[in-house]
C-alpha cells in the first residue's frame, strides 16, 4: 500500500474515459461521450508540470487507462520525475499490455468487482473471469505489487467475506468501498463497518461514486486525505488486541 507521506500528497490522473467493460453501474459506456486526455505533447514539451500539480502519488486511471496507447511513456516519465504510481486497471487485457507497465507501476489495484466467475461476466458485461484470474497470477509471478478493490454495492455485498478471502489468502492488500447513499440496512452497514478493523483492509466509505471516471474507482476518498489516513491508522493498529477474522 502507498506510504502515510504519499498519501498526504497526491493526484488523480484520468487519461480516458474508455473501457473495454460494460458494468451495470457504470455511466461511462451508458451516457458519457468519450474523452481522452493529451498529456505526451507536455511531457516531450517538458512543460507536464506547468498544468499538473508535482505531487508525491499519482493515481492513474480512467475508464481503462490501458487503452491509452502512451501509458507506458506517461508512467516511465512519473518514475523519472520521482513519483509514486498506483494505476487503477480492470486488467482485462493481453498479458503484453500489462507488461508494457512493469518498473514504472507501483501499485496494480484492481478491480475485482466479484470473486464468484458468473458474477464476474454478469456484473462486468464482458469480463471473463478466466483471463482476471490468469493476469492476477502474472502479475504476481513477475513480482508486482497489488491491491484488490472491491466496489461494495447491495447487490454484491453478500461476497464481501469471500472477495477479502481470496486477496487474504494470496497475501494481497484488499481496498473496499461502499457509498453511504446506497440503500444497506442499518445491519448490513454495521457488518461492512467490522472490515475495517480486519488487518490488510482498508475500508472508505463515499458519500457519491464520480461519474465522470471509473466508478470502480473510490475517487471521493483519494480526493480527501483524511479516510485514507485514518484507514492508515486503522491498519498500523490492527494488532492483535483487535483483529479478527471474517
Ligand atoms: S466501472 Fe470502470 S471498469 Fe467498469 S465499465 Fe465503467 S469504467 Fe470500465
Redesign the pocket.
Known amino acids: 500500500m502507498a506510504t502515510l507521506r504519499s498519501l498526504c500528497s497526491q493526484y488523480m490522473l484520468q487519461l480516458t474515459t474508455s473501457?473495454?467493460?460494460?458494468?451495470g453501474?457504470?455511466p461511462?459506456?451508458q451516457v458519457q461521450p468519450k474523452r481522452s486526455a493529451n498529456v505526451l505533447p507536455l511531457i516531450k514539451a517538458g512543460t507536464f508540470f506547468d498544468l499538473f500539480p508535482r505531487k508525491q502519488l499519482y493515481n492513474v486511471l480512467?475508464?481503462?487507462p490501458l487503452l491509452k496507447g502512451e501509458l507506458g511513456v506517461v508512467l516511465a516519465y512519473l518514475k523519472s520525475e520521482g513519483i509514486r504510481t498506483r494505476l487503477w486497471t480492470?486488467a482485462q487485457l493481453p498479458l503484453d499490455v500489462l507488461a508494457t507497465c512493469f518498473g514504472s507501476v507501483d501499485e496494480f489495484m484492481l478491480?475485482f468487482p466479484s470473486p464468484d466467475p458468473d458474477d464476474y461476466q454478469l456484473l462486468?458485461?464482458m469480463g471473463e473471469w478466466t483471463q482476471f484470474e490468469s493476469n492476477l497470477d502474472y502479475l504476481l509471478a513477475e513480482g508486482q505489487s497489488v491491491v484488490l478493490q472491491f466496489p461494495i454495492l447491495p447487490d454484491t455485498v453478500d461476497r464481501l467475506a469471500e472477495a477479502y478471502e481470496l486477496a487474504y489468502y494470496r497475501g494481497l492488500g484488499f481496498l473496499a468501498h461502499y457509498c453511504v447513499t446506497d440503500p444497506f440496512s442499518k445491519e448490513t452497514r454495521r457488518y461492512i463497518e467490522r472490515f475495517r478493523r480486519v488487518k490488510g483492509v482498508w475500508l472508505y466509505p463515499l458519500k457519491y461514486r464520480n461519474e465522470g471516471a471509473?466508478?470502480?474507482?473510490p475517487t471521493q476518498a483519494l480526493r480527501r486525505p483524511w479516510p485514507q489516513l485514518s484507514n492508515h491508522l486503522d491498519e498500523l493498529m490492527n494488532g492483535l488486541p483487535f483483529r479478527f477474522r471474517v
Not at 214 to 217: D, F, K, S
Open positions: 473501457c473495454n467493460l460494460k458494468c453501474f457504470c461511462l459506456w480512467g475508464g481503462e480492470n478491480y462486468t458485461g471509473c466508478p470502480a474507482v
